[in-house]
Every structure is written in C-alpha cells, then in structure tokens.
C-alpha cells in the first residue's frame, strides 16, 4: 500500500482566469494592430463619384476652418481632426467604396461625426456604425435622429456619395469607428477617433 501524499487532496487548478485575460490581451493588440494598419497604409485615390440626382458632391473641408456648434446648448471643446479616409470592400468583393471622417466635434458627453461614403462598385445595403474605445473596449452605436443630415443606417448605390453626421454618446477618449453591415454583425472596416 503507498503512502497517500497531501498534494492529492489539493482542489485542481483553475486554469479559466488565465484564458479570459490572454483571450482580451489577444483581442487589444488584434485592435490596435488593425488601428495601426488603418492609419499607417498608403491612401488610395478616392473614386470620382458623380451623383446621378443633380446634388452637389462632397466638399473637402477646409483645414483652417472652425466647426461652429450643431446643436442647441452644445459647445465643442477642440478643433476638428483632419480628415481621414479608407477604402472598403464589402459582400466578398461585390462592393467597393471609399469613407472618411470629414470633422470630429467633441462635446460634454458626446461626439459628432461628419462622415461620406463613396461606393464606386455594387450597393453598400444596410450599412451601420458602432464605436468602440481603445482603452476598454467598450462599444457605442450613434443615436439615431430625425435629422436629415443622420447617416447612422442606410444604404449607398454605386457611383453616389452620401455625407452626414452620426451622434455617439461617448465619453472623449482615442476610440475607432466601424463601419459594419448586417445591423452591425459585420464590421467592414475602422478609422480612429483621436480622443
């Protein structure tokens, strides 16, 4: 008969706290590896895009112009960001495009996003936005508004340009924007947000 050692009475390792904080650490630099690939690739020459109903294209914003307020009783704090654009491909390769954000504005516990997406091939259908924060993660879709000027949803045909604004309740801090089809299922591409 063998003598019985204490160490079998242990209780066994618990290995599940490990794999939850390598999962997440995984998961942040997957992010910031994608953020860093977003901003740091060479810029694509945006599709000349002619909207067929007669309206303007979209404007390039001018870098020493200031954002005046959009809504009643708020008041930006900062300037806006430079603009930054990214192309996408969506639906395996049947839709190509273009976005970008044209300006950032910060207010108390809110960003306004002045955004345009150019689709220069196939229909962007059921498009949509979420934002989530660089340091946690944390995820906020835009509100949606009667205003004319919201693009939170939509869809984009080919050869048109559609620029808006998104309303994201958020607390100022480096964040990315989705663009994701499918009621936000599906992420298509991410520019940064400069907090």
Same mark, same amino acid.
């Given at each position: 008969?063998?003598?019985?050692?204490?160490?079998?009475?242990?209780?066994?390792?618990?290995?599940?706290?490990?794999?939850?904080?390598?999962?997440?650490?995984?998961?942040?630099?997957?992010?910031?590896?994608?953020?860093?690939?977003?901003?740091?690739?060479?810029?694509?020459?945006?599709?000349?895009?002619?909207?067929?109903?007669?309206?303007?294209?979209?404007?390039?914003?001018?870098?020493?112009?200031?954002?005046?307020?959009? @809504?009643?009783?708020? /008041?930006? !704090?900062?300037?806006?960001?430079? #603009?930054? =654009?990214? &192309?996408?491909?969506?639906?395996? %390769?049947?839709?190509?495009?273009?976005?970008?954000?044209?300006?950032?504005?910060?207010?108390?516990?809110?960003?306004?996003?002045?955004?345009?997406?150019?689709?220069?091939?196939?229909?962007?259908?059921?498009?949509?936005?979420?934002? @989530?924060?660089?340091? /946690?993660? !944390?995820?906020?879709?835009?509100? #949606?508004? =009667?205003? &004319?000027?919201?693009?939170?949803? %939509?869809?984009?045909?080919?050869?048109?340009?559609?620029?808006?604004?998104?309303?994201?309740?958020?607390?100022?801090?480096?964040?990315?924007?989705?663009?994701?089809?499918?009621?936000?299922?599906?992420?298509?591409?991410?520019?940064?947000?400069?907090?």
């Amino acid at each position: 008969m063998s003598q019985p050692n204490i160490s079998q009475y242990r209780p066994p390792r618990r290995r599940a706290g490990w794999l939850i904080a390598v999962l997440v650490a995984a998961l942040v630099v997957g992010l910031g590896v994608t953020a860093w690939k977003v901003t740091n690739e060479p810029q694509l020459a945006a599709p000349s895009a002619t909207p067929s109903d007669g309206v303007d294209g979209p404007s390039t914003p001018d870098p020493n112009s200031t954002v005046a307020p959009s @809504m009643p009783g708020h /008041t930006p !704090t900062g300037s806006p960001s430079p #603009t930054q =654009s990214t &192309p996408f491909v969506a639906h395996n %390769g049947e839709v190509k495009g273009t976005w970008r954000i044209d300006s950032t504005e910060w207010h108390q516990d809110e960003v306004v996003l002045t955004v345009s997406i150019t689709v220069s091939q196939g229909t962007l259908d059921d498009y949509s936005f979420f934002m @989530m924060t660089d340091d /946690t993660a !944390t995820v906020n879709r835009p509100e #949606t508004s =009667s205003d &004319p000027r919201d693009i939170s949803t %939509g869809t984009v045909e080919q050869g048109r340009t559609v620029t808006g604004t998104l309303t994201i309740a958020t607390q100022r801090k480096n964040s990315m924007i989705v663009l994701a089809q499918n009621g936000g299922a599906t992420a298509i591409s991410a520019l940064e947000v400069v907090g």
